[in-house]
T-cell receptor, first 109, second 121 residues
Framework: EDKVVQSPLSLVVHEGDTVTLNCSYE??????LLWYKQEKKAPTFLFML????IEKKSGRLSSILDKKELFSILNITATQTGDSAIYLC?????????FGTGTSLTVIP | SAVISQKPSRDICQRGTSLTIQCQVD?????MFWYRQQPGQSLTLIAT?????????ESGFVIDKFPISRPNLTFSTLTVSNMSPEDSSIYLC??????????????????FGPGTRLLVL
């Protein structure tokens, strides 16, 4: 059965801390791995990863994929209160995307 | 990326009634999906909306309860029928621009509409 597992389920940090969010997967016919940020209703696209070892970076956020070990990490450096959200990992298989349950991040001032 | 709109953005409905949610995209897309996100949970795929034919439903979802239309490449509707409080959820449509799903496809991000928050009393 295809599945995506994220850890930790929730995280509380102070502003300025660095956090690492994990996503492991078992998906038949892997196509891509995506990270989303969900603050209110709609998930906002962050990164799409298709190749191992190539880091994607956007400001304080970065992500990398390991297709051999079947996982990805999302790093956020110098966290800010605006980073508080649920971070979702999704993996594209042959016919659909499979979502993890998300990591709830709270950044305290 | 695609600009996706959903209507209504939220609604409060009575048990036993039905609600139709509309999803409009500003460009032609190949794949359109409908998801549900119940409180405190992740996204669950309801169905893939197929243009000009019946939607493909995931396990646990049936057409009688969640009829879906997709008359063209930019528009789809999801109806939540005979609602009960358990249907209270956020409903999201999403799209993928891809020409060949499963081959060259599925290498493009999935973008989400703003969501419809439904409360059933």
């Amino acid at each position: 059965e295809d599945k995506v597992v994220q850890s930790p389920l929730s995280l509380v940090v102070h502003e300025g801390d660095t956090v690492t969010l994990n996503c492991s997967y078992e998906v038949t016919n892997f196509r891509s791995l995506l990270w989303y940020k969900q603050e209110k209703k709609a998930p906002t696209f962050l990164f799409m990863l298709t190749s191992s070892g190539i880091e994607k970076k956007s400001g304080r956020l970065s992500s990398i994929l390991d297709k051999k070990e079947l996982f990805s990490i999302l790093n956020i450096t110098a966290t800010q209160t605006g980073d508080s959200a649920i971070y979702l990992c999704a993996v594209g298989g042959e016919n659909q995307f499979y979502f993890g349950t998300g990591t709830s991040l709270t950044v305290i001032p | 990326s695609a600009v996706i709109s959903q209507k209504p953005s939220r609604d409060i409905c009575q048990r036993g009634t039905s609600l139709t949610i509309q999803c409009q995209v500003d460009s032609q897309v190949t794949m359109m999906f409908w998801y549900r996100q119940q409180p405190g949970q992740s996204l669950t795929l309801i169905a893939t909306a197929n243009q000009g034919s019946e939607a493909t439903y995931e396990s646990g979802f049936v057409i009688d309860k969640f009829p879906i239309s997709r008359p063209n490449l930019t528009f789809s509707t999801l109806t939540v029928s005979n609602m009960s409080p358990e249907d209270s959820s956020i409903y999201l449509c999403s799209v993928v621009h891809t020409r060949v799903w499963g081959l060259a496809g599925n290498q493009e991000p999935q973008y989400f509409g703003p969501g419809t928050r439904l409360l059933v009393l």
